[in-house]
Structures are given as structure tokens and as C-alpha cells.
Antibody, heavy 119, light 110 residues
Framework: EVQLVESGGGVVRPGGSLRLSCAAS????????MSWVRQAPGKGLEWVSG????????GYADSVKGRFTISRDNAKNSLYLQMNSLRAEDTALYHC????????????WGQGTLVTVSS | QSALTQPASVSGSPGQSITISCTGT?????????VSWYQQHPGKAPKLMIY???KRPSGVSNRFSGSKSGNTASLTISGLQAEDEADYYC??????????FGTGTKVTVL
């Protein structure tokens, strides 16, 4: 069974940093791209960042470019999101998801880890 | 990177058909046949319903279908059922390893 389990969320002050992790299992991790997608409370989905199978290509939403860094460790079947200079508007549930790059589909999704940016 | 535009809400009676539109630009929806649709029930992770504009993953009911014309993609749910009540989001590849989601549509079964 494919599983994606996020961790690392929490409460952080504006301007602070946080590192999210996603542990993948049940599939050959380095065969797939991966993405982070967030959902602010009561709001819609927002694609945040993506990375290809070997980490050689990454992409970021304009809203996080220059502040967030996506990375992966294929030996550990893990995906990461380093979040710096956090703002109140970054408060959201952050989902890790597998990406089929040739099909543009995102599936499955983890249950998410909650990030709250508040003073 | 602007969000794709979806109607905020769509409703229908059981057994009816509804269509949700998803309007983007020539840089995303109009350029790639890589539009997908996701269903999200409250408190749950999104579930893939359609990919590559009109393909259905195994296990998804054939009551769900997708199409695209120009910069607008559409999701049609036929034979509406109570369990279809949920939020629906479209998503398009936008080039250069970027993706963009729609604003989301709340489907209500009357």
C-alpha cells in the first residue's frame, strides 16, 4: 500500500523557519516526482513546490519562491520542505503528494501536517 | 501563476447531471492536456478523479467525465448521488515544473 506520512509541522513566529518531512513507502520512491500542496483553513488547494525524481529539477509557486526549498533523499525515501521567513499567510495544512510527471497527475496525497505562523 | 477559475458552487438533484468549469490561460490549460480533477470531502485528503483531461483512474465511477476546449476544462458528474457532495478542484500543468490549482467548487446535492 502506498503511504505518505508528513511530519514537522507546528507553531512558529513570523520570520521563523520550519522543516517539513514526508516519509514515503509502498512504491519505488525514485521513480516519481513529488510535490507539496497546502490548504489554508477553510480555503482551497495551492500547489507550493515540486521536484523531479532525482532532485535535478524543482519548481516553486511565486508565493514561496526564495523562501522555501524542496529537496529529497532517495536513499531514505523522504521528501523535505525547508520553509524560511514564514508569514501568517503560510498558515496551512501541508500535504505531500506523488506526481506522475508525464500525466501531470498528483496521487496519492498524505494526510498533511499543520503549520501555524503566529506571534 | 494565477489560480484557475471555477464556479464557487454548483448544485443538482439526485440523478441529474452537473458540469463544473475550470478556466485558465494559454499558458496552462490551453497549452497542455495535463488537466486533472480532485474530489475532497471535509477533513479528508483530496482524491484523484480525472487525469489527462478525460482519463479515469481505476476505481472511479464512470459517472465522472472530463473534457477540454481551448483554455477551459470541464468536469461532468452524471447521475448525481448524495456521496458526490464534496469540493472539487481542477489542476493544470503550467510548464517549467509548475502546477496550478483551481479556486474550487462546492457541489451540493439537493
Amino acid at each position: 500500500e502506498v503511504q505518505l506520512v508528513e511530519s514537522g509541522g507546528g507553531v512558529v513566529r513570523p520570520g521563523g523557519s520550519l522543516r517539513l518531512s514526508c516519509a514515503a513507502s509502498g512504491f519505488t520512491f525514485d521513480d516519481y516526482g513529488m510535490s507539496w500542496v497546502r490548504q489554508a483553513p477553510g480555503k482551497g488547494l495551492e500547489w507550493v513546490s515540486g521536484i523531479n525524481w532525482n532532485g535535478g529539477s524543482t519548481g516553486y509557486a511565486d508565493s514561496v519562491k526564495g523562501r522555501f526549498t524542496i529537496s529529497r533523499d532517495n536513499a531514505k525515501n523522504s521528501l523535505y520542505l525547508q520553509m524560511n521567513s514564514l508569514r501568517a499567510e503560510d498558515t496551512a495544512l501541508y500535504h505531500c503528494a506523488r506526481v506522475y510527471s508525464n500525466s501531470g497527475l498528483i496521487d496519492p496525497w498524505g494526510q498533511g501536517t499543520l503549520v501555524t505562523v503566529s506571534s | 501563476q494565477s489560480a484557475l477559475t471555477q464556479p464557487a458552487s454548483v448544485s443538482g438533484s439526485p440523478g441529474q447531471s452537473i458540469t463544473i468549469s475550470c478556466t485558465g490561460t494559454s499558458s496552462d490549460v490551453g497549452s497542455y492536456n495535463l488537466v486533472s480533477w480532485y474530489q475532497q470531502h471535509p477533513g479528508k485528503a483530496p482524491k484523484l478523479m480525472i487525469y489527462e483531461v478525460s482519463k479515469r483512474p481505476s476505481g472511479v465511477s464512470n459517472r465522472f467525465s472530463g473534457s477540454k476546449s481551448g483554455n477551459t476544462a470541464s468536469l461532468t458528474i452524471s447521475g448525481l448521488q448524495a456521496e458526490d457532495e464534496a469540493d472539487y478542484y481542477c489542476c493544470s500543468y503550467a510548464g517549467s515544473s509548475l502546477y496550478v490549482f483551481g479556486t474550487g467548487t462546492k457541489v451540493t446535492v439537493l
